[in-house]
T-cell receptor
Framework: DAGITQSPRHKVTETGTPVTLRCHQT?????MYWYRQDPGHGLRLIHY???????DKGEVSDGYSVSRSKTEDFLLTLESATSSQTSVYFC???????????FGQGTRLTVV | RKEVEQDPGPFNVPEGATVAFNCTYS??????FFWYRQDCRKEPKLLMS???SGNEDGRFTAQLNRASQYISLLIRDSKLSDSATYLC?????????FGAGTRLTVKP
């Protein structure tokens, strides 16, 4: 399995609080992604990174920010959590454009 | 309309059956195509890439028709362990779009 670790694996937080999810890889892949998965929607891209300090928005980026200060770490921050951000969040890594992605085990986030 | 549409399922089949999943995509500029499988409460895992010439991996065969913007997955001789949700994935320069998935249950 690809060396991807997400933390925390489960989190319950209150509406209005900031939350940061961490993705750590040991594969030295250039591309890293954050997705959310909700019933009936499949996985949707939030943000991605194509290098250190290089990030771009995905399909559902509102309310989220990311940072990548090192190749191995990609952080996802919910600036002020809302109930609509209750979801399962997956980090993924890839080697290049149009290549397959490998996923971490996911973080189950509940906003109450 | 969603960018990637899959058969809604669920598919319930007996062991040994052949089952086919279909997927259509709307962006003709899509560059690469994949099938992933996802077990309950687990992460998606790459099953196979899909090429225009068609490709096979053991009991699994994937086909791509760019003209019709259609992808298929055929599973022959289904096993109990094939029970999962199958995700159709279409990629265009890091914009990876997932279908909502088709759930397969293989029964003894």
């Amino acid at each position: 399995d690809a060396g991807i670790t997400q933390s925390p694996r489960h989190k319950v937080t209150e509406t209005g609080t900031p939350v940061t999810l961490r993705c750590h890889q040991t594969e030295n892949h250039r591309y890293m992604y954050w997705y959310r998965q909700d019933p009936g929607h499949g996985l949707r891209l939030i943000h991605y990174s194509y290098g250190v300090k290089d990030t771009d928005k995905g399909e559902v980026s509102d309310g989220y920010s990311v940072s990548r200060s090192k190749t191995e770490d990609f952080l996802l921050t919910l600036e002020s959590a809302t109930s609509s951000q209750t979801s399962v969040y997956f980090c993924a890594i890839g080697t290049g454009l149009n290549t397959e992605a490998f996923f971490g085990q996911g973080t189950r986030l509940t906003v109450v | 309309r969603k960018e990637v549409e899959q058969d809604p399922g669920p598919f319930n089949v007996p062991e040994g059956a052949t089952v086919a999943f279909n997927c259509t995509y709307s962006n003709s500029a899509s560059q690469s195509f994949f099938w992933y499988r996802q077990d309950c409460r687990k992460e998606p895992k790459l099953l196979m890439s899909v090429y225009s010439s068609g490709n096979e991996d053991g009991r699994f065969t994937a086909q791509l028709n760019r003209a019709s913007q259609y992808i298929s997955l055929l599973i022959r001789d289904s096993k109990l362990s094939d029970s999962a949700t199958y995700l159709c994935v279409v990629n265009r320069f890091n914009d990876m779009r997932f279908g909502a998935g088709t759930r397969l249950t293989v029964k003894p």
